[in-house]
C-alpha cells in the first residue's frame, strides 16, 4: 500500500497530516510513503527527517500521488488538487463535508473514497482516532495563551512589598474538550476561573479542575436532562434568566473564552454587542467558534480587534498555531485509524463498510456516496475538473482561505 502525504495549499495552514514518526510506523506495518516535497516545512519537519525516517520525498503534488492507494491530507483538497487523485484512491482528511456538501458529490463522481477524520464516531474504540478532540485540546490551551498575551496585567495573584495584584477573573463558555483544556490551563496560570455548559453533567468535569460551574437554576437543568445524560431544550424563562445571569457574570470577568460549535450548523450566539460593552477596558474575549459564525457577535474571522477598549480575538486555525504539536497528534490519529484496518499479510487496508468507524467516517465509495447524511447531495457541478494522469500535472498551487471546521472549537 503506497501512502502519500501532500503539502497544504490552502492560506493559513500550517499543520501536516504524517511526521517522520508516523512516517516509520507506516513503513513498519509495511507500507510505503511519498511525501511532496516541504509539506512539514511549516510545522517543523523537513524533508531530511522524512526521508531518515524512509519515505521517498516527491518534487510535487502530481508525483507523490502518482500511484497511490491512500492521500493523507489535514483539510480537504482543492479542485486543482483533486486533478491528481487516481479513480479509486482513499482520501483520509479533515473533509468539512457538513460546511460542503457538493464536495461530496465532486468526490463520488471522480471515484476518490472520502473518509471524513472530523465524523469519527466517540467510541471507546475510536478514541485514539478522534480528531476533534486531540485538536480541541489544543485549541483550548491556545486561546488562554493568546488571551493572557493581550490581557495588559497578570493572570496569578502575585503579593509584593509594593501591594498585591488580584488574580485574572476568567469564564469559559462550553466545557467540551477544549473549553475543559481552556480551564485546566487558566487554573494553571493562576487565574480565578468559571464556566458554563448547557449539559449540567459539565458540572462535576469543571469542578474537578479547580473552577466553579455557574448557572441560574441548577435544579431546573438537573430535570431537563435525559436519562443519556444529555439536555433537554429549556423552558423560555430559565432561557431568559440564564442570558441574564451570564450577563450579569461577563460583566465581572476579565477574560472570556467561548467555544460552542455545533456540526453542519452556525455556531451558537452565547455573546452579545451589549455583553462585550459591559466589560472593563483592558479585557479580552477570545471566540474559538469564529470560522463557524462565532459565539460573539463582534468577533472577525482571522482578525484581533478593539472594541470600546475591550479586545476580542477571532484567529483562525487556532489548532495551526500550535504547528508540531497539532500535526504530531493529528498524524497519530491518522496512523491509529489506518493501522486498525491493515493487513499486514496483504499489506493493504481492509476496511469492514459494515465496521461502526468505517460507516461513520466514509462519505463515498465505488463512485457512490454512501454516506446517509449527505445521499441526497446533488451531482457537482459541470466546471468540477476530470481526473487527469498524475505525470502530466503541475503542483497545486495555493487555494483560498482555509476553513478548518471543527478543529478550532469544541463541541458543545
Given amino acids: 500500500m503506497k501512502l502519500a502525504v501532500l503539502k497544504e495549499t490552502r492560506s493559513g495552514e500550517t499543520r501536516v497530516a504524517a511526521t517522520p514518526e ?11 510513503v511519498s511525501v511532496q516535497a516541504g509539506a512539514g516545512d511549516a510545522a517543523r519537519f523537513p524533508d531530511a527527517d522524512y526521508a531518515a525516517a524512509g519515505a ?24 486543482e488538487e483533486l486533478r491528481v487523485f487516481g479513480r479509486g484512491v482513499k482520501l483520509i482528511a479533515i473533509l468539512s463535508a457538513y460546511n460542503d456538501p457538493d464536495s461530496v458529490a465532486s468526490y463520488a463522481r471522480l471515484g476518490v473514497d472520502a473518509m471524513a477524520m472530523e465524523l469519527m464516531p466517540r467510541i471507546t474504540r475510536a478514541q485514539s482516532m478522534d480528531v476533534l478532540s486531540s ?15 493581550y490581557y495588559g496585567r497578570a493572570l496569578p495573584m502575585m ?10 477573573k476568567v469564564f469559559v463558555m462550553g466545557a467540551g474538550v477544549a473549553g475543559l483544556q481552556a480551564i485546566a490551563t ?3 496560570l493562576g487565574a480565578i476561573v ?10 462535576e468535569q469543571v469542578e474537578s479542575l479547580g473552577a466553579t460551574f455557574v448557572t441560574v437554576d441548577e435544579e431546573a437543568m438537573k430535570e431537563a436532562e435525559t436519562e443519556g445524560g444529555y439536555a433537554k431544550e429549556m423552558s423560555e424563562d430559565f432561557q431568559k434568566r440564564q442570558a441574564d445571569f451570564v450577563a450579569d457574570h461577563i460583566a465581572k470577568q476579565d477574560i472570556v473564552v467561548t467555544t460552542a460549535l455545533i456540526p ?60 508540531a504539536d497539532a500535526s504530531s497528534l493529528y498524524a497519530r490519529n491518522i496512523y491509529n485509524f489506518i493501522a486498525a484496518f491493515f493487513d499486514k499479510e ?8 459494515e465496521d461502526a468507524i468505517i460507516k461513520a467516517v466514509t462519505l463515498t465509495r465505488g463512485g457512490k456516496i454512501v454516506h446517509p447524511a449527505f445521499e441526497a447531495a446533488e451531482a457537482a457541478p459541470e466546471t468540477t475538473p476530470e481526473p487527469e494522469a498524475p505525470a502530466e500535472e503541475t503542483p497545486p498551487k495555493g487555494a483560498g482561505a482555509d476553513t478548518p471546521d471543527e478543529t478550532d472549537g469544541e463541541e458543545d
Fill in 56 to 79: 521517498s520525498i516527491s518534487p510535487s503534488a502530481a508525483d507523490a500521488a502518482q500511484g497511490a492507494d491512500a492521500i493523507l491530507k489535514v483539510l480537504a483538497p482543492s479542485s
Fill in 346 to 353: 496483504t499489506k493493504s487496508m481492509k476496511a469492514d463498510p
Fill in 264 to 323: 453542519g450548523r452556525p455556531a451558537p450566539r452565547l455573546v452579545s454587542a451589549d455583553m462585550v460593552n459591559s466589560m472593563k477596558p483592558g479585557s479580552v474575549i477570545v471566540d474559538l467558534a469564529v470560522e463557524a459564525g462565532g459565539n460573539v457577535e463582534l468577533s472577525r474571522p482571522g482578525e484581533a480587534i478593539e472594541t470600546g477598549g475591550i479586545t476580542i480575538l477571532g484567529f483562525k486555525n487556532v489548532p495551526g498555531r500550535l504547528a
Fill in 194 to 203: 468559571s464556566a458554563t455548559d448547557v449539559r449540567f453533567a459539565a458540572k
Fill in 159 to 168: 503579593m509584593t512589598a509594593a501591594g498585591t495584584i488580584a488574580a485574572a
Fill in 22 to 32: 508516523t512516517v516509520k510506523k507506516f513503513i513498519s506495518l509495511g507500507a510505503s
Fill in 135 to 149: 485538536q480541541s485540546n489544543l485549541a483550548g490551551y491556545k486561546a488562554v495563551i493568546d488571551a493572557a498575551a
Fill in 186 to 188: 487558566a487554573r494553571r
